[in-house]
């Protein structure tokens, strides 16, 4: 209890489950559909699997997911959310548009990472716009440190969206070459991919359909949308 703070009001009762650190980033992964120790893993790159573990222990102790084998291999667990943890959803995404409506868009991209990015393109991009066929999307940030500098999205229209950090030798129908900052704002919804390719700092290689359709296929951030009240 050494970080309790001793009251029995429900807001400080809640804050003391939910504002530990990294919790409501976590807990935005599990509403987003990430149930597996790995996944979570990618969408909170800079959180040590150790402290993952805590944390995800810290919620399972607090009735906000339960650790349940996974029908399709009973040798792996996933984290789902019980009917307490669905409930926060409404919080998770209240926070994330305060966010995106006050914090200033200059501050928000000091914190560039080329993994989340990707992890959230993977996760939001609408096929839809897509041929009926495999479609493979190699987008490069050329600034960045060759571990994070290419990425490979692809798209099976029966198997959904898998991302690659490694080349997976399939034929690539569209080459996209943007700085980091340029992408992030873009998908945040700070940007269009119109304005970002008219300034040369986005540029589009291959398929004319799939470089047309960008904005439409991108599927942006869920909170792109936000109105801002700061610019």
Request: glycine share 6%; hydrophobic share 45%; aromatic share 8%.
């Amino acid at each position: 209890m050494s970080g309790s703070y001793r009251q029995f009001c429900p807001v400080a009762m809640a804050a003391e489950i939910l504002c530990t650190r990294w919790t409501i980033v976590l807990l935005r992964e599990l509403v987003s559909g990430s149930t597996r120790f790995n996944d979570l893993r990618r969408g909170v790159p800079r959180m040590s699997p150790a402290l993952l573990s805590q944390r995800l222990k810290e919620l399972e102790a607090a009735g906000i997911v339960a650790r349940k084998r996974a029908a399709a291999d009973p040798n792996v667990f996933e984290y789902q959310l019980t009917e307490a943890g669905r409930e926060l959803e409404p919080i998770v995404m209240a926070f994330g548009a305060w966010g995106q409506r006050w914090v200033e868009t200059k501050v928000s991209l000091q914190h560039l990472d080329a993994q989340l990015l990707m992890w959230d393109m993977r996760r939001n991009l609408n096929p839809d716009p897509m041929p009926a066929r495999r479609c493979v999307i190699h987008l490069q940030y050329p600034e960045q440190p060759a571990s994070s500098r290419a990425w490979w999205l692809i798209i099976e229209p029966e198997e959904g969206v898998d991302l690659c950090s490694i080349d997976p030798g399939f034929d690539v129908d569209l080459f996209v070459s943007s700085d980091l900052r340029t992408m992030t704002a873009i998908w945040m919804g700070h940007e269009t991919v119109r304005k970002a390719t008219a300034a040369r700092r986005l540029h589009l290689t291959g398929d004319r359909t799939l470089a047309a359709s960008m904005q439409t296929w991108l599927g942006l951030s869920p909170l792109a949308k936000v109105e801002r009240m700061v610019s």
